[in-house]
RNA sequence: GUCUUGUUAGCUCAGCUGGUAGAGCACGUCACUUUUAAUGAUGUGGCCGAUGGUUCGAAUCCAUCACAGGACACCA
């Protein structure tokens, strides 16, 4: 089964030739006293010596050979470690006798991970490169690599094997590094601010916070199902009834739906709650949040995203209503009549569901012509509050809610509000909830008493956010897929034959 | 979930209306001491995603299934 294949078996007797050579094929014996882009950095002044070359400074860099040109007694490997690639020449005369024609020509390829040490100098055609002196394996590459030129772009192998994705995408590994940047920034932009960093359960035994359908595990021990978190939302504001007054928490929710190019079943948000504050504050602080990031990962406000621009030094705030005219070229009398709006969409060639209503209808307006047109930064504001079920009623108008959601590039990335603390109010809501529940609705809340309690021994008037990290990510790289901003993002299993025969 | 496109050598891809498979890279052998996807010569390499069907004959046509990409629906 495993090692079958013919280049396998081929490099595999090259391994067992090293070894009859005295060379351990996977040694750790690593001596590495640079990084390929020290080297260059520090080695730039060779290309202004005369002598093109400096015999006296002594480096060891290990990676993997990328490239192998091979010209008789000479040769040029690529070698690339985390940093970069560095060309290293080699020459038989340069390494112990018999070593280039015996081990390096013969049983060195492309995929293996090598130390080579040497003096560094520029080639005639002017890349600064190693002179090789000492060339060790380190490690021996069993399996070839794709094509060099090409590299692999099956998505389907570059998601399920994602290391081989690294090894040959250069731009990949750069997407992931400004990830885990924008993850420590958003860690530490809230730090700063005198946010407490908080984990919370994962496993619940009542899946809240979030319309979402849950996974479900079992608890042996306790002889109870648990949901795998749909969010964060319901421990994060227990918090704040215990006292702390600015917490957040960066983790994965999961929610058992479908996938496609936004969604994968288990993916990372940030969720933080700030006793004391309104949603008015929290527009403030995602807009330095924004300006934040935008500075440390030294992106342009004018950021590309596939075909649009998206102006990040434009940020505004829309009420929704209004949005519906001024952006989405609804007409003024349609937007504050259920029949109208019904009319006007069936007119349009848009069929909604009987029933519905009017703040669920504006929705659908908004959902319709109004969502991808936001493309520069807008904070909607003034939402109904039927379609608002966690967000605290504006006390001046009751039909609408303290609450926004962001969207940039035609797409919701941030959804936050004033939060719900009236005990009863809530109790009535998980109340309804449970009702649609049993009607069929299974992404229904349940009803969550502890919860409940926890509320009657007061929160703070709070406002609270939630904002979809991958999302972020994508937007901030350009990338269109969901898939290319996780590592490694969910895929069925291929091998079904072999499942069947073990079931 | 629906529609649609794809699956051929380790990788990237050809293969037209059916006649038992082809290139480049990689790998083997040879030549070559400043190359840049090095070059030149030569050779090895395949159950054409799986299972059925049509046919004298299937990578090619049909059906089902699996996986993937894209679009739509729902959601963050």
């Not at 795998?228 to 006292?243: M, W």
């Not at 702390?244 to 058992?256: G, H, M, T």
């Not at 004018?302 to 609804?330: K, Q």
């Not at 529940?437 to 229904?444: F, N, Q, S, T, Y």
Request: proline share 4%.
């Amino acid at each position: 089964m495993a090692f079958e294949n013919k280049f396998i078996q081929q490099r595999i007797e090259k391994a067992e030739a090293l070894r009859a050579e005295g060379i351990n094929p996977y040694s750790n014996d690593s001596k590495r006293n640079t990084t390929i882009e020290k080297y260059m950095n520090v080695n730039s002044d060779i290309a202004e010596k005369e002598e093109k070359r400096d015999e006296h400074r002594h480096y060891i860099v290990s990676g993997r050979i990328k490239f192998f040109r091979i010209m008789g007694k000479a040769s040029f490997i690529k070698i690339e470690d985390e940093s970069g690639m560095l060309q290293v020449y080699v020459t038989r005369d340069n390494l112990a006798e018999g070593f280039y024609n015996t081990v390096f020509k013969k049983l060195v390829e492309v995929g293996d991970i090598v130390e080579v040490s040497g003096f560094p100098f520029v080639t005639g055609k002017g890349e600064l490169s190693l002179h090789c002196s000492e060339f060790k394996l380190l490690t021996k590459a069993i399996a070839p690599l794709p094509e060099k030129f090409h590299g692999v772009t099956d998505k389907e192998i570059r998601y399920r094997k994602r290391y081989l994705d690294l090894i040959m995408n250069n731009e990949v590994r750069k997407t992931f590094q400004i990830r885990s940047k924008v993850i420590s920034l958003t860690r530490r932009f809230f730090e700063d601010k005198g946010f407490l960093e908080v984990e919370t359960p994962m496993m619940h035994p009542i899946a809240g916070g979030a319309n979402a359908k849950p996974f479900v595990t079992h608890h042996n021990a306790l002889g109870v199902d648990r949901f795998l978190r749909i969010a964060p939302e319901l421990y994060l504001k227990r918090l704040i009834v215990g006292g702390f007054e600015a917490v957040f928490e960066i983790n994965r929710n999961f929610r058992n739906e479908g996938m496609d190019a936004t969604h994968n079943p288990e993916f990372t948000s940030i969720e933080f709650y700030w006793a004391y504050k309104t949603y008015k504050d929290l527009i403030e602080i995602t807009k330095e949040y924004f300006q934040y990031l935008f500075e440390h990962l030294n992106l342009p406000t004018l950021l590309p995203y596939g075909e649009m621009e998206v102006n990040f030094e434009n940020l505004t705030e829309l009420p929704l209503i209004e949005s519906l005219t001024t952006v989405g070229g609804v007409p003024a009398e349609v937007v504050n009549e259920k029949e109208k709006i019904v009319e006007f969409l069936n007119s349009k060639n848009i069929t909604v569901k009987p029933g519905m209503n009017l703040g669920q209808l504006q929705g659908e307006l908004f959902d319709e012509f109004v969502e991808d047109k936001l493309i520069d930064p807008t904070f909607i504001t003034e939402y109904p509050v039927e379609i608002s079920p966690l967000a605290r009623r504006d006390d001046k108008n009751p039909a609408i809610t303290e609450r926004f959601e962001l969207f940039i590039a035609g797409r919701e990335i941030a959804n936050a509000f004033s939060e719900l603390n009236d005990p009863i109010d809530q109790y009535e809501r998980f109340k309804g909830q449970g009702e649609a529940k049993e009607a069929g609705d299974d992404e229904a809340h349940e009803m969550d008493e502890d919860f409940i309690d926890a509320l009657s021994y007061g929160m703070a008037p709070t406002a609270g956010q939630g904002i979809g990290i991958d999302r972020l990510v994508m937007l901030l790289t350009n990338e269109h897929s969901i898939r290319d901003v996780l590592l490694f993002p969910a895929m069925k299993p291929v091998h079904t034959e072999e499942r069947q025969e073990e079931a």
